[in-house]
């Protein structure tokens, strides 16, 4: 089994260049298929997410290439099939930008139920009230779903909860459905506006995004073109976390810093310094860390994907911090995983309860998400002993390389072989020098 060491690291310092948005390239390499010529784009990450899409599109004829630099063709005229492999398409979540993306040009399109990060079950309803307003129907089977649709129509579309992925699978539909879509109480998140651009640079008429209200107007046609994705705005949050964790600077690079308006706010309050320039932003402790409260919401609010690196930072403040979190209320299970640590965590109807200056013990931890297993990386920096993180799969569908990330900044962190270690009768022994 593949685990994550970490070793206590405290007073880190570097500099991280951050990657390409993992949720804005999934939304774009889906939109991809809308056009009708090549596509590439720059600054895709190779992470497991991306792998997998690249195998669900040669089984449909869909040509993926990534070249030595790094861009990434995609060459949707060669489509021979829309029957995506349940299984495949069941082990990530935003497979469903796939029925969007092609639900107007083949007419049907079966993909798997929405899969990845196992902290909560993902609804869908949002999605499928939009795309059944748009003359969509759906099929339930067992492990898939089908959708079918004659003749995509545009429809004034109002989401009774804001979601940044039925706005990006509602816009991906209306881009090539007859006549004009209006999606009312719209997602604004950079990842919607970045899809967006990306489709408007091929030829879609669309206004409106970043803001609540989102107009489409149906074409017959679209070009290819060239777009690079935005920076991956929960990788530099964290990163920024770390700083306060375990003490030191730590500057993000490659970044939009209006992006990260909620998290940077935040911090500060908290305690540390930061330093935002053009395309970078600096975090630096001061000594002191502040108890707090944070209240996870969409954009511009404050992410749910790093409400669980803010817990762990919360265990290290003064007094009783309180994390309430609103968009996926049981997302702590590495609450109890930070408690096998030392934590003092309770959780109680959505609210954790975090009181701080946690001495915290090394220990196998499990991450059950990707931003669950950045928590734990995060304490395990600032935890006596050791720390093995299992569960890596989880943290690789986000992070390209994160053991090498964390390196940078001087994080003790590698990724080892623990059944070797744990089950060898021979390894105590010779770590002991016999």
Do not use: W
């Amino acid at each position: 089994m593949k685990a994550i060491r970490v070793d206590y690291s405290p007073n880190i310092n570097g500099v991280v260049q951050i990657p390409g948005s993992k949720n804005s390239s999934l939304a774009l390499l889906a939109a991809a298929c809308l056009s009708d010529e090549t596509i590439t784009f720059k600054g895709i990450p190779n992470i497991a997410d991306f792998r997998v899409i690249c195998e669900m599109g040669e089984e449909v004829g869909l040509t993926i290439k990534r070249d030595l630099t790094g861009d990434v063709s995609i060459d949707p005229r060669s489509i021979s099939s829309t029957d995506f492999d349940s299984e495949k398409s069941s082990s990530f979540r935003t497979a469903y930008y796939f029925v969007g993306a092609l639900l107007a040009k083949y007419g049907k399109v079966s993909v798997g139920y929405p899969g990845g990060d196992n902290f909560v079950s993902r609804p869908i309803d949002q999605h499928i009230k939009a795309l059944e307003m748009m003359g969509a129907k759906f099929t339930y089977h067992k492990d898939y779903y089908e959708v079918e649709a004659k003749e995509l129509h545009g429809a004034t579309i109002y989401f009774d909860t804001i979601t940044s992925g039925a706005t990006i699978n509602a816009m991906l539909a209306a881009v090539r459905a007859k006549g004009k879509t209006v999606l009312l109480n719209a997602a604004r998140d950079p990842e919607v506006i970045d899809t967006a651009i990306f489709l408007k640079t091929i030829g879609a008429n669309i206004s409106g995004a970043g803001t609540d209200t989102i107009r489409i107007i149906g074409v017959n046609q679209l070009t290819g073109g060239t777009h690079r994705v935005i920076p991956d705005r929960l990788i530099a949050g964290s990163f920024l976390i770390a700083a306060g964790v375990a003490g030191g600077s730590v500057t993000v690079t490659d970044v939009i810093p209006e992006h990260l308006g909620s998290c940077i706010a935040k911090l500060e309050e908290i305690g540390l310094e930061i330093d935002v320039r053009d395309n970078s932003v600096t975090a630096s402790s001061t000594g002191k860390l502040f108890a707090s409260r944070i209240r996870t919401g969409m954009y511009p609010s404050f992410a749910t994907d790093l409400q669980q690196p803010m817990t762990t930072l919360f265990t290290q403040a003064s007094g009783k911090s309180i994390v309430a979190e609103k968009i996926y209320p049981n997302r702590f299970q590495h609450v109890g995983q930070l408690r096998k640590m030392g934590a003092d965590i309770r959780v109680r109807s959505g609210v954790a309860f975090v009181k701080g200056k946690s001495n915290l013990i090394g220990t196998t931890v499990s991450a059950s998400d990707i931003r669950a297993g950045i928590s734990l990386i995060l304490a395990g920096m600032v935890a006596e002993g050791t720390t093995y993180i299992t569960g890596v799969e989880h943290i690789e569908r986000g992070y390209e390389d994160a053991v090498n990330a964390f390196q940078s900044v001087g994080v003790q962190i590698t990724k080892e072989d623990i059944n070797y270690k744990f089950n060898n009768p021979f390894y105590g022994n010779a770590q002991k020098g016999c």
